[in-house]
T-cell receptor
Framework: TQLLEQSPQFLSIQEGENLTVYCNSS?????LQWYRQEPGEGPVLLVT?????EVKKLKRLTFQFGDARKDSSLHITAAQPGDTGLYLC???????????FGKGTMLLVSP | DVKVTQSSRYLVKRTGEKVFLECVQD?????MFWYRQDPGLGLRLIYF???????EKGDIPEGYSVSREKKERFSLILESASTNQTSMYLC?????????????FGSGTRLTVV
């Protein structure tokens, strides 16, 4: 069984602060995906990282895939209230037909 | 804009009722999935389908069944609804092929069984 542990579970910050969310596993994944889910909606794909050590930027969001492809991080610079939501990481592996999801990090950004 | 549409945003059903949750995608995706999402438990896979008339059990299939008669439509059926099936149900689809392809999710159906 593959598991993805996300930390922290909850994060409450003020607008303008920086933050990092972590996604860790003892298993190797062929790729990691990050999703954001707003209250009352389904998750929306933000990014897929495929290569060990890969870094992708999406405006103020920076995603990194660990060198060993067992972990990933999401860094948000100067958080805004619109960043509020549940951030989910999900691992894909060619040996498995479905994604493995972490339980998520709930982020609340207050004005 | 590509879409996964779930037929109901909110449903209230009585214990013992047979419940149908419908999901339609307009992206010609081969793979479709049903998850339930509960606080503290995350997303749990109920069933998925690779193609028309194909289905595979996920992690928690007990009490559920599915139907995929057309490529664009994947239905989740609660044979006899129970209160422990109160949850947010999410449908998703993706292209067939490498598992790296991302999922497109619907907006969810919040089901309450009373």
């Amino acid at each position: 069984t593959q598991l993805l542990e996300q930390s922290p579970q909850f994060l409450s910050i003020q607008e303008g602060e920086n933050l990092t969310v972590y996604c860790n596993s003892s298993s190797v994944f062929s790729s990691l995906q990050w999703y954001r889910q707003e209250p009352g909606e389904g998750p929306v794909l933000l990014v897929t990282v495929v290569t060990g050590g890969e870094v992708k930027k999406l405006k103020r969001l920076t995603f990194q895939f660990g060198d060993a492809r067992k972990d990933s991080s999401l860094h948000i610079t100067a958080a805004q209230p619109g960043d509020t939501g549940l951030y989910l990481c999900a691992g894909a592996n060619s040996g498995y037909s479905t994604l493995t999801f972490g339980k998520g990090t709930m982020l609340l950004v207050s004005p | 804009d590509v879409k996964v549409t779930q037929s109901s945003r909110y449903l209230v059903k009585r214990t013992g009722e047979k419940v149908f949750l419908e999901c339609v995608q307009d992206m010609d995706h081969e793979n479709m999935f049903w998850y339930r999402q509960d606080p503290g438990l995350g997303l749990r896979l109920i069933y998925f389908s690779y193609d028309v008339k194909m289905k595979e059990k996920g992690d928690i299939p007990e009490g559920y069944s599915v139907s995929r008669e057309k490529k664009e439509r994947f239905s989740l059926i609660l044979e006899s609804a129970s209160t422990n099936q109160t949850s947010m149900y999410l449908c998703a689809s993706r292209l067939g092929g490498p598992p790296n392809y991302g999922y497109t999710f619907g907006s969810g159906t919040r089901l309450t069984v009373v």
